[in-house]
């Protein structure tokens, strides 16, 4: 079945540093889509992705749509506290939302 | 809007008994997804309704199923609940399109013992 390889696993960067993680599949995407789950809630949307190639901003989120639809990467800028999370991209296909594994993001004050 | 709500929050169950999870939509949201949260596998899609049908189906056993009621709140129902099945369960709604945005409930948290 369609499966999505995200990484990095988990991160611990300091507050203030940039932050980047990526995911591929072998299969195409139509939507990609990123999300911050923290704990005992559910995920919450950062950003859509709706075309190859297409990259959009939200605050310091960057997230970008590869040209193949086969892989999206997503970027914090000076990371601060309250970004610690997990982030999950998702990527969507045939009606299907499809999760990445999820970066757990910790940042140090 | 009120978001998306799920009851109940946590549940405590045994083996071999079955469960009734709630999940009900943003007010206008006519498509409702389930998933299956672990640490080892991930979210993993279960099924989603649209307008009382299921319109997709993920690859869980027989023992995992649902529905959706006219006012478009949906129940999953598992049955005989294996130690396996101790997961967060998330519900996501979204307005009617399959390309719409997904916006997620916090989650049933079930525990098997």
């Known amino acids: 079945g369609q499966q999505l390889n995200q990484s990095p696993q988990s991160m611990f960067i300091q507050e203030g540093e940039d932050v980047s993680m990526n995911c591929t599949s072998s299969s195409i995407f139509n939507t990609w889509l990123w999300y911050k789950q923290d704990p005992g809630e559910g995920p919450v949307l950062l950003i859509a992705l709706y075309k190859a190639g297409e990259l959009t901003s939200n605050g310091r989120l960057t997230a970008q749509f590869g040209i193949t639809r086969k892989d999206s990467f997503l970027n914090i800028s000076a990371s601060i506290p309250s970004d610690v999370g997990i982030y999950f991209c998702a990527g969507r296909a045939a009606g299907k939302l499809i999760f990445g594994q999820g970066t757990t993001l910790q940042v140090k004050p | 809007k009120a978001g998306v709500t799920q009851t109940p929050r946590y549940l405590i169950k045994t083996r071999g008994q079955q469960v009734t999870l709630s999940c009900s939509p943003i007010?206008?949201?006519?498509?409702v997804s389930w998933y299956q949260q672990t640490p080892g596998q991930g979210l993993q899609f279960l099924f989603e309704?649209?307008?009382?049908?299921?319109?997709n189906k993920g690859n869980f056993p027989g023992r995992f199923s649902g529905r959706q009621f006219s006012n478009s709140r949906s129940e999953m129902n598992v049955s005989t609940l294996e130690l396996g099945d101790s997961a967060l369960y998330l519900c996501?709604?979204?307005?009617?399109?399959?390309?719409?945005?997904?916006?997620f409930g916090p989650g049933t948290r079930l525990t098997v013992l």
């Open positions: 996501a709604s979204t307005e009617a399109g399959s390309t719409d945005t997904q916006y």
């Open positions: 007010s206008g949201h006519r498509s």
């Open positions: 309704y649209f307008s009382e049908t299921q319109r």
